[in-house]
Structures are given as structure tokens and as C-alpha cells.
């Protein structure tokens, strides 16, 4: 915590959306996505299961911790004014309007009876739950660490990446050959991009103003050390890289799934740290 | 219409904390919350070190990022310039907390906090509940003095000149250091002590255009 007399003098970080109830948005962001993009690349693969745990992920457990974190949760119909300036507005219509197509989709899709208008639009729609958060960080100019176009770009490859490896637990427990060959193939570039996209955001922070060096040193070296270098490098990255080498075939069931648990804990440690290290630059100008 | 505005002069301003404390009182400000702080720093290396004190508000900004960001609506730019909040409508969701670059909003998560903790709420603190009420699970910050200012105009006051008019802040000030009054009058003295002063304001790259200027001579 940053002392009193440090406030604004010194990279000040960000608490609110991380400290206290702050920690609920942490988890409503993770499982949006998350779910979003389980019913994305579900989708894709044609599978209903896939699809319906995205929609409970992204609608009960994100969405409702979403509306536990806000301040007055019974206003948050009101949160949607505001399209044309506001990410949050835009992601609360994307959500709803995701949830409730979804939710018809799945249910028809129970029936055997498909829309392609349907499907396409909910396609459509998960994506753009993808990446609302990302873009709703990004725009703050304030936090270095946020204001990159990089930052949508890593959440959509955590989102989706994380959603395919849902749909490869899908398939895993259907024993699908087919569907299993093809996630995976999702999984392995998803984790590529995923890997280049991270050092490469990571790397390009470093050059930016003091509030941006501060946030990767508290990253890579300073108090976030442990949850970069063990949960987000060694459990979130090594691990599936080790099984992405592995191959999926030779693989026992419970290892993949532990596999898709450790890249699930990559991803959440990777998302604490850009909320928990992201540092605003001092207010009083150097040169006075 | 006006644009209201404020220039803080910080060659005259001595650290005081006064600016910060009238506030406190002006608006009956529950425990940890502050609309209006004194930024104290230092530059250079021993010997020769300088004292930078930056009396730090919100900024009222042209282009307020925390108004453009707020889904709700609740953050409000009244066409004086002033940014306020609408407490009805606020969620509590703080996008407006990360998006202002100067950190100039507060979220007031638990009104039951009292000063003097298990003794219950102190006279004072009862009158600002009922004064200025705050709403538990919304985003405050500094109005201003809206109250002041608007209270003012309708008795045929200016701000900036008259003290009724005129925000806490500068009222209270004992070094003279704050100037208030309308930027977009090129006869206010606060419009000159800009064009004249080498005014600047903070963040400039943040491309808010603060009402708040700082001049040092
Ligand atoms: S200083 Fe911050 S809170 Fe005040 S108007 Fe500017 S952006 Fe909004
Ligand atoms: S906390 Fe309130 S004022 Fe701030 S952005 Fe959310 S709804 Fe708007």
C-alpha cells in the first residue's frame, strides 16, 4: 500500500479494481471472458456443452460477480446510457444481449433445431465480450501499463485461449477423436499467440514513463515476482507447453485436465498482475 | 456562460494544509475522504534541494476523461465547466476512478465510518449527513463548491471576488495562493494571471484540458 505522503508524489497504483470487493472484478473480468470465449470456440465445433458452460461461466458466475462488485448493484440497469464514450456501457450491452441470445441458442440448440442468423449473431457477440474488458482498460490513459492497444489483443488470446481449452475438456469427456484433434489445434496456436503477445506487451511497457517501468519491475522482480515467475511462467505456460508437445493422444485424461487448470491459473494470475501493478504516474511535475 | 476555473499560485503557497482542512469542513467530509490534498515532494540532490508543494483538486477539466468514461450518466459536465456527480444515478462501478489521470475521485464504500470510531457520529458529522449527504456505494469528489458558487450568483455575487461565492478552498488560503473566477472572461483576473503567468496545469498529455492552472512566479 502506498504511504500517504507518497500518494500522487510517487507511482501511485490502482486500488479499486483490485483491493477489497476489487478482487470480485478481478474474477468477473476472468469469467466473462472466459466464458464468452468457451461459447465462441464451442461454437465452432458445434458443441452444446462447450457452449453452455460459457454461458453459466460468463453469465452466473461473471455476471454475478460482476453485479455483487458495483457499489449500488440494484442501479445496474443503468449502466448502458452511454454507448457512444463509454467501454463498461458497451460491454454491458454486449453481455446482456450476448446472455440472452445465448441463452435462446443453447435452448433451441437442446431442440435440435438451429438458426444460422442466430448462431452467427451469437458468434459475434461473444467475441465482442472477448474483448470489451480489454478495451475498457486500454482507453484509461492515466495507467501506462493499460494504455496499449496490446492489452485487448492478450485478453482476447487468454479468452479464447482458456475457451478452447474448455471445449478440449468437452471433448476429452465425449471422447470425440475428431473435435479433440480439432481444438486442439485451437489450443497449440492460441497458446502461441498467447506466449508472443504476453513477452511482447511486456517488453514494449518497459520503454514507456516511469508509472510503466515501476509496474513491470513489481511484475518481474519486485512484490508480483512469485505470481509472474510460478503461477503466470512455470504453471500457466510451461505446463501447457510441456503438453502441447506432449500431444493430447498420449496423454491420460486427468493430465489435460490438470493441464487446462494450470493454464485457467496462468490466465487469472496474469490478469491480477495487470490490475494489482498498474500505477499511475506522479502528479507533480519534474522540472519545477 | 462562464467557465469557472482556478489558478494556484505556487510560489505564494506555504504548505499550509489550510485549502485541505477548509474543504474537509466546508463539505463535512467523512474519514478518509479527500476532495482537495497538498502534494509535498522535493527535486534536486543535497546540497541544493527545492521543495515542491502542489496543492492538488479536481481539475474540472474541459474534457473530463471521468465524464466520458462514466456508463451511467451519473458524471455530469455542467455547461459552467463544473464536473459533479450525480449520486442517484452513480452505480459505483469506478470506472471514473481509474480513468481520471489526477486520482481525484474517492469511492465512499461505508458510511458508518465515524472519527472517533465506537463512539458514534460527532454533532458535526451529523450535520454534514444532513447537509451534504453523501450516498454509500457511489464515487465522490470536489464540486467546486457548486453550492457556493450557484447560492452566490442568484444574490448577484461573483465568484472569485465575493467570498460567498467563492469556493472553500480559496477562501481559507492565508498566503493568497488560489485565484478563482471565469476562464472564459478575458477580464477575470484569472484569465490574465493565465495569459500572462506562464500558467500550466498538470497531465497535460492526458489531453483533459484541466480548469486548474499553477503558475510559479
Ligand atoms: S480531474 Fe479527474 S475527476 Fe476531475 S474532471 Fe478531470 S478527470 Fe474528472
Ligand atoms: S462510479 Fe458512478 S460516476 Fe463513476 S463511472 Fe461508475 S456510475 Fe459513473
Known amino acids: 500500500m502506498v504511504k500517504a505522503y507518497d500518494w500522487m508524489v510517487k507511482c501511485t497504483p490502482q486500488t479499486e479494481w483490485i483491493e477489497h470487493k476489487g478482487i470480485l472484478l478481478w474474477l468477473a473480468f476472468f469469467f466473462i471472458e472466459l466464458g464468452a470465449g468457451a461459447y465462441f470456440v464451442g461454437s465452432f465445433f458445434n458443441s452444446l456443452p462447450a457452449k453452455g458452460i460459457g454461458w453459466l461461466l460468463c453469465g452466473l458466475l461473471g455476471g454475478g460477480l460482476h453485479f455483487l462488485y458495483l457499489g449500488r448493484p440494484f442501479r445496474f440497469y443503468r449502466m448502458v446510457v452511454r454507448p457512444q464514450t463509454s467501454w463498461i456501457s458497451r460491454g454491458m450491452i454486449f453481455v446482456s444481449l450476448f446472455l440472452l441470445l445465448g ?186 | 456562460m462562464a467557465r469557472w476555473g482556478m489558478v494556484i499560485n505556487l510560489n505564494k503557497c506555504i504548505g499550509c494544509y489550510g485549502c485541505m482542512v477548509a474543504c474537509k469542513q466546508e463539505h463535512y467530509l467523512p474519514p478518509k475522504i479527500f476532495w482537495g490534498r497538498v502534494l509535498v515532494s522535493e527535486a534536486g540532490k543535497f546540497p541544493s534541494v527545492k521543495k515542491l508543494i502542489y496543492p492538488v483538486l479536481c481539475n474540472h477539466c474541459k474534457d473530463a476523461a471521468c465524464v466520458n468514461v462514466c456508463p451511467t450518466g451519473a458524471s455530469i459536465k455542467r455547461e459552467d465547466g463544473i464536473v459533479i456527480i450525480d449520486y442517484d444515478k452513480c452505480v459505483g462501478c469506478r470506472y471514473c476512478v481509474m480513468a481520471c489521470p489526477y486520482q481525484q475521485r474517492t469511492f465512499y464504500g461505508d458510511d458508518s465510518t465515524q472519527y472517533f470510531p465506537g463512539q458514534g457520529f460527532t454533532e458535526w458529522e451529523m450535520i454534514g449527513k444532513e447537509l451534504f449527504p453523501l450516498q454509500e456505494g457511489t464515487v465522490v469528489k470536489c464540486t467546486f463548491c457548486a453550492e457556493r458558487i450557484d447560492a452566490g450568483i442568484k444574490r448577484g455575487l461573483k465568484p472569485g471576488v465575493d467570498r460567498n461565492a467563492t469556493p472553500a478552498c480559496v477562501n481559507a488560503c492565508p498566503a493568497k495562493a488560489r485565484y478563482f473566477g471565469d476562464l472564459d472572461d478575458p477580464e477575470s483576473e484569472i484569465a490574465r494571471l493565465v495569459s500572462e503567468r506562464k500558467a500550466f496545469q498538470l497531465g497535460p498529455e492526458f489531453g483533459t484540458n484541466p480548469s486548474v492552472y499553477y503558475i510559479i512566479r
Not at chain 1, 229 to 239: A, K, T
Request: proline share 3%.
Open chain 1, 103 to 288: 441463452f435462446i441458442n443453447i435452448v433451441l440448440g437442446f431442440f435440435s433445431i438451429t438458426s444460422s442468423i442466430l448462431s452467427v449473431l451469437t458468434i459475434v457477440l461473444s467475441f465482442l465480450v472477448v474483448i470489451y474488458g480489454g478495451f475498457a482498460m486500454c482507453c484509461i490513459n492515466g495507467i501506462p501499463l493499460w494504455n496499449t492497444a496490446l492489452l485487448p489483443i492478450i485478453y482476447v488470446a487468454s479468452g479464447l485461449w482458456g475457451g478452447a481449452g474448455i471445449t478440449l475438456g468437452v471433448a476429452v469427456a465425449k471422447g470425440s477423436a475428431q473435435m479433440l484433434t480439432g481444438v486442439e489445434e485451437w489450443v497449440h496456436l492460441l497458446l502461441i499467440s498467447f506466449i508472443i503477445l504476453l513477452f511482447t506487451y511486456l517488453i514494449s511497457i518497459n520503454y514507456g514513463t516511469i508509472a510503466a517501468k515501476t509496474s513491470i519491475s513489481e511484475i518481474i522482480k519486485g512484490k508480483g515476482w512469485y505470481i509472474f515467475w510460478i503461477v503466470v511462467v512455470i504453471i500457466g505456460i510451461g505446463i501447457p507447453v510441456i503438453a502441447m508437445m506432449t500431444g493430447s493422444r498420449s496423454t491420460p485424461a486427468a493430465i489435460l485436465y490438470l493441464t487446462l487448470l494450470c493454464e485457467l491459473l496462468g490466465d487469472l494470475g496474469m490478469r491480477y498482475l495487470i490490475l494489482k501493478y498498474g500505477f499511475y504516474n506522479p502528479l507533480i511535475p519534474k522540472t519545477t
